[in-house]
């Protein structure tokens, strides 16, 4: 670290490391409260669940809220189910079955059995708890803004609550109310962040095609070409304009969007953005035949510039760890990429340029959204590490996918980040020790800080699907794997992408996404097949069983 | 490649085979008889056919995507009927003067080959495989010594050589847009920008033909004429050397007077 700038360095890096939720409340692990995990073992266990997921359906128990054809193998088919009490939704509490022909090939889940709670008539209305979180985070929210009735499993006891998430002064999170007395319960940092920055000149210097919207004469950074409209505002540095978007007070036009008079574009980070984020979708795209964040083409909404990078130094810390070193998928297909810092800062002895200036880091946030339409893995603990994990999967398959392998700028390897945070980027899928993170089960971080350190114990997850592909020895275990190798890596990406977005249910453990990748490698390459091999191997070598 | 000279030869001795079938074999000719000359010459007036299938590369390279393309236009320019116009005049004994106008032209489906650049992403380009129409026309003009071969009084055997200028238009693609649709792996032409290039060249011409009389004035005939020469067709966006001729066969009304 450099002698200059320490203040500002040490309270940045604090903003970026603790990204620590604002619980009002702490959350322990009750008995009462604790849901049956579905992971069945055998057959017999599968068809037990099976009959059980049948019963609460037809009981009201349960509700489907997806089914989706399999797009890996024909007659196959997903469902999605979240577990409801008296007609309102149980947080946390759903599952995935996988059915070939009607017939029940998988089930993955939880369940609450025991819901002491009779009464589930709110006292409050949904615009009263619209008030308390707009009150509890600062945050202003138009009238349209409807928070969700539910049943919140917490401390051993059934709530009902209201949850809804906002953007505040601290960050986007997600707020629980109680619908009887308006006390908040909970507040979850929400923000899928990605600490780390990125891009130079026109992407590190580097020629992109964009696929523009001209109008008039003006060229607009709308793809009208891929069937999603993927859009690229330029907020300008305009940060309160920026925090009004986001907390839906504000719509933007097409005057926001990057714009160009002569379709030869000079700012390179909404020439990054607008490349990367077609980047993506072509990759989900061409790999998993997936169809945009929500697999029905959604809007991608992309935004650059939310501060002044020269304004830097008389922000709040906050502000800097979230719209400076920072990138985050903030819901609904809209990302935001930070400015990065000016050349003379640094941060943890690391230069910051333009966040959408990496395609790691790109891809690891629309990744997040995946998640948000299909697993909807819980941002914290083990099942929020596991949703930070499948983003660094797909941020490294992305790459793999779009550059060339080797080290340097504009090159793929299992590193996060490290063409805009330099040198070195932010997390290493290879080594995560060489980063400070974990690389097998028994050096989790079990503590309060980054939501239960759903970035920190990542590494444990997408160090096993490293292992998986690449092999190698596992610095704490000592166990070796031997990898399904470099030229097969789209085995593992297919498998993770079908565990993660068509398995997993949204509280999953590492050991139910053992499972389910494990299974998932079963469907697509046969239960004898190298994949299964190879990721039991590297499950194991990462202590998760 | 073809082979010049072994068209010629090929027509010579088709000619042979003509003449030998319609059981003319020549006669010895005598010095004193030019009634095959008329007083003066003679006018014919041809249908030929160019027998030849004949297709050059007519190649582009425009700017598609920011990159540059390559389209590969192969039109079929052989195998088209001609107009021919032939005179011929006497010099000195056998020996004459002749010149005739050839001229064809006609539109037909060209084969596309392209490389075309991707919408997304540099360096990844795609096959393009369709056709489209492109309008060609020949004008040919000869110039040429006779030697006349009288058999009887009404037949007559003549055999011809010299240059010939060569004047062609060919449609050339310059731009194209493509029917293609997300992810723009498959592409088709939707539409074709054309520009209609002229060029002319010398090159030389062979051939014979047999005449056969039913009056003092008036006879069909019997025409082969082969020649031959290229053309470099190139713009700053256009590339091409189309082979010129060929070996045109038909037959006519010839005039003598
Ligand atoms: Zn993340």
Redesign the interface.
């Known amino acids: 670290m450099q002698a200059s700038n320490t203040p500002l360095r040490a309270a940045i890096a604090f903003a970026v490391l603790l990204t620590a939720p604002s619980a009002t409340l702490h959350v322990g692990a009750q008995s009462a409260t604790e849901p049956s995990r579905i992971a069945p073992q055998s057959v017999a266990e599968m068809r037990s669940w099976d009959t059980t997921v049948d019963r609460m359906t037809r009981d009201g128990g349960l509700k489907l809220r997806q089914r989706r054809d399999d797009p890996m193998l024909e007659s196959r088919t997903h469902e999605r189910f979240d577990q409801v009490h008296k007609g309102v939704r149980v947080y946390g509490a759903d599952l995935s079955r996988q059915l070939e022909d009607g017939l029940t090939m998988s089930i993955f889940g939880s369940v609450q059995t025991q819901i002491a709670l009779d009464d589930v008539t709110p006292t409050l209305t949904a615009a009263d708890a619209r008030e308390a979180i707009a009150r509890e985070s600062g945050a202003e929210l138009p009238a349209t803004y409807e928070p969700e009735l539910i049943v919140l499993p917490l401390e051993g006891r059934f709530v009902l609550a209201y949850t809804g998430r906002a953007f505040g002064s601290e960050g986007l999170y997600r707020y629980f109310i109680d619908a009887r007395t308006g006390a908040v319960l909970r507040a979850l940092n929400d923000l899928k962040s990605q600490a780390a920055i990125g891009g130079g000149r026109g992407v590190l210097g580097d ?3 964009l ?1 523009i919207n001209k109008v008039g004469s003006t060229y607009r950074a709308q793809d009208v ?3 999603p409209s993927l859009l690229t505002f330029d907020m300008k540095g305009n940060l309160q304009r920026t925090l009004a978007f986001l907390n839906g007070v504000v719509t933007l036009g097409p005057n926001d969007l990057g714009q160009d008079s002569d379709n030869a574009w000079s700012d390179p980070a909404v020439i990054d953005a607008h ?1 990367y984020s ?2 993506v979708y ?1 990759y989900f ?2 790999r998993f035949g997936r169809r945009g964040l929500d697999g029905a083409d959604l809007e991608v909404v992309s935004l650059v510039h939310p501060v002044d990078r020269n304004a830097v130094l008389s922000q709040p810390i906050s502000i800097v760890g979230l719209f400076y070193v920072n990138a985050f998928y903030a819901g609904d297909g809209v990302m935001v990429f930070g400015e990065g810092l000016p050349a003379s800062l640094t941060l943890a002895g690391r230069n910051w340029n333009y966040m959408a200036g990496a395609l790691d880091i790109f891809a690891h946030e629309l990744a997040h959204g995946v998640t948000d339409f299909s697993s909807q893995l819980i941002y914290e603990n083990e099942s929020g590490a596991l949703n930070e994990a499948f983003s660094d999967i797909i941020a490294a398959g992305a790459e793999f996918y779009h550059q060339a392998a080797g080290n340097g700028p504009l090159r793929a390897e299992y590193l996060m980040g490290e063409d805009v945070v330099t040198p070195g980027g932010i997390r290493s899928l290879a080594n995560p020790g060489d980063y400070g993170d974990p690389d097998h089960y028994s050096r989790r971080y079990v503590g309060p800080q980054d939501n239960g350190g759903v970035h920190i114990n990542s590494t444990i997850v997408s160090h096993a699907y490293y292992l998986a592909i690449e092999g190698g020895t596992n610095r704490t275990s000592g166990q070796s794997v031997t990898g399904i190798g470099f030229a097969n890596r789209e085995q593992m990406e297919r498998v993770s992408y079908r565990a993660f977005t068509q398995m997993m249910p949204a509280n999953a453990t590492f050991s139910v996404a053992r499972a389910a990748t494990l299974q998932a490698a079963a469907d697509l390459y046969g239960a004898g097949s190298n994949a299964v091999r190879a990721l039991r191997e590297a499950w194991n070598a990462v202590g998760v069983n | 490649m073809e082979c010049g000279g072994c068209q010629l030869t090929r027509a010579l001795a088709l000619a042979a085979a003509l003449v030998e079938t319609l059981g003319l074999s020549p006669v010895r000719a005598q010095s004193s008889n030019w009634g095959a000359w008329g007083a003066n010459g003679y006018i014919s007036l041809n249908g030929l056919y160019d027998t030849e299938s004949r297709s050059s590369d007519l190649v582009t390279r425009p700017e598609i ?2 990159e540059e393309a390559t389209i590969t236009a192969s039109p079929e320019t052989g195998r088209k009927p001609l107009y021919d116009l032939t005179a011929g005049g006497r010099v000195r004994g056998n020996l004459g003067f002749g010149f005739g106008v050839t001229f064809g032209a006609k539109t037909e489906d060209a084969p596309v080959r392209g490389s075309i650049p ?5 360096n990844q380009p795609r096959t393009l495989d369709d056709s489209t129409t492109l309008e060609r026309s020949d004008l040919l003009v000869h110039l040429a010594a006779l030697w006349l071969l009288p058999v009887t009084d009404r037949l007559a055997v003549t055999a011809f050589g010299g240059p010939t200028w060569f004047q062609v238009k060919q449609e050339t693609i310059t731009n194209l847009t493509l029917r293609e649709t ?3 792996d498959r592409i088709a032409i939707d539409t074709v920008e054309r520009e209609r290039l002229t060029r002319s060249r010398w090159g030389y011409n062979a051939g014979f033909d047999v005449s056969y009389y039913f009056s003092r004035y008036f006879g069909v005939q019997g025409l082969v004429r082969y020649s031959n020469g290229t053309v470099t067709i190139s713009t700053t966006r256009a590339e091409s050397e189309p082979k010129l001729g060929g070996l045109h066969a038909g037959g006519g009304l010839r005039v003598r007077y």
């Open positions: 020629n992109k095609k696929s070409m891929r069937p490349a077609g980047y072509d795209y061409r | 995507n920011l991707h919408p997304f992403y540099f997300f992810p723009f």
